[in-house]
């Protein structure tokens, strides 16, 4: 539940945030117990793309599928599901899931999330997400780490709630996060690096010749393979993250899913004054032609992400490693 918003949350909103919190807060409290509870990082099976899937992944979506009910949604679409289902025939809205994020985690103790966003449902449901991201009404992600918060956008800049672990209610911190616009850490899985197209390992070649590259000064690296946790660190305190496309069979397009992850990522990283690009178009321009595609993703500081696309436009001579010294990129 949430406790005296700073703001109204919009009414039609409300009831779905309200479930949504309420399912979060559980989530909350059964992965806080760790080993002394149900073993959530058990591997039950894969879902229908091949994804390993863990006991918590099928908890958190049946949670959520079931507490949805009466609050206005018509249509339900999750990472863990084929297909998109109807919750009510009666209902305007529609909601996207990625129920539990950064499943490789949950054993090692170390942040996880959930990451939705909420549009106006059409009569077809999988026309209903296979849209680009401006008609998003709302987007946000739960994320359950040192504090279990929701970061959330209504489309008028970004607000965040903290949950109190002795009510399991959420309260409105009084400032709301916002990308700064100096930065000085990227985010990348740079394992790997040999599989990469020229313009990334350009960039990061870039990044990583520190002040004596093009870009003249130093960088930092960082790596959570939450894609939650790496979204809270750059609404806190700016930088990049890169999940590129690249030459490993099932990885031309990345690994991160446009409806469930992208888009609502990309819509709360924009109303943060950030970017979010496939590496040269903005993420919110792009509408995925079906409703599990993967896609390319760069985002955080404005300025860090337009110069990625920058490295996309380059004759190939000039991104090359060679030229590491080119002066194009002095900062
Ligand atoms: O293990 P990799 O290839 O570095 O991928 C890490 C990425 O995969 C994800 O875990 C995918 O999300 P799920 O856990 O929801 O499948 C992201 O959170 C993270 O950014
Ligand atoms: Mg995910
Ligand atoms: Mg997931």
């Not at 970004?158 to 399991?168: N, S």
Request: a negative charge; proline letters at 5%; hydrophobic letters at 40%.
């Amino acid at each position: 539940m949430i406790a005296m918003p700073e703001r109204a949350i919009p009414d039609t909103l409300s009831p779905i945030v309200e479930a949504l919190c309420s399912v979060a807060a559980d989530l909350s409290a059964r992965i806080s117990l760790g080993p002394l509870g149900a073993d959530l990082g058990a591997a039950v099976g894969a879902n229908t793309d091949g994804d390993q899937q863990k006991a918590l992944d099928v908890i958190a979506d049946d949670a959520f599928r079931t507490a949805l009910r009466g609050t206005g949604l018509r249509w339900y679409a999750s990472e863990e599901r084929e297909t998109v289902e109807l919750i009510d025939a009666t209902g305007h809205l529609a909601l996207a899931i990625d129920p539990l994020d950064g499943s490789s985690n949950i054993d090692a103790n170390v942040s996880i999330g959930t990451i939705f966003c909420i549009r106006d449902a059409l009569d077809d449901g999988n026309a209903t997400f296979l849209r680009d991201g401006r008609s998003i009404l709302a987007s946000g992600y739960f994320i359950y780490g040192p504090q279990t918060a929701l970061v959330v956008t209504f489309g008028a800049g970004v607000r965040q709630f903290v949950m109190d672990r002795a009510t399991g209610t959420f309260r409105e911190t009084p400032s709301a996060p916002s990308i700064p616009a100096q930065a000085s850490e990227f985010a990348i899985n740079a394992s790997n690096y040999r599989h990469w197209a020229q313009p990334i390992r350009a960039y990061i070649d870039d990044c990583l010749a520190g002040i004596e590259g093009p870009r003249g000064k130093n960088f930092n690296m960082r790596w959570v393979a939450s894609l939650v946790a790496e979204t809270h660190r750059i609404m806190s305190r700016g930088g990049i993250f890169l999940y590129p496309g690249d030459e490993r069979p099932g990885y031309e397009r990345g690994r991160l899913r446009m409806v469930y992850e992208c888009h609502p990522i990309a819509y709360l990283v924009e109303q943060a004054g950030g970017a979010a690009t496939d590496g040269e178009r903005p993420i919110l321009d792009i509408a995925p032609d079906s409703l599990h595609a993967r896609t390319p993703f760069v985002f955080g500081t404005a300025d860090k992400v337009a110069r990625v696309a920058t490295y996309h436009d380059l004759p190939a001579q000039e991104v090359s490693a060679l030229f590491g010294n080119r002066g194009l990129f002095r900062a």
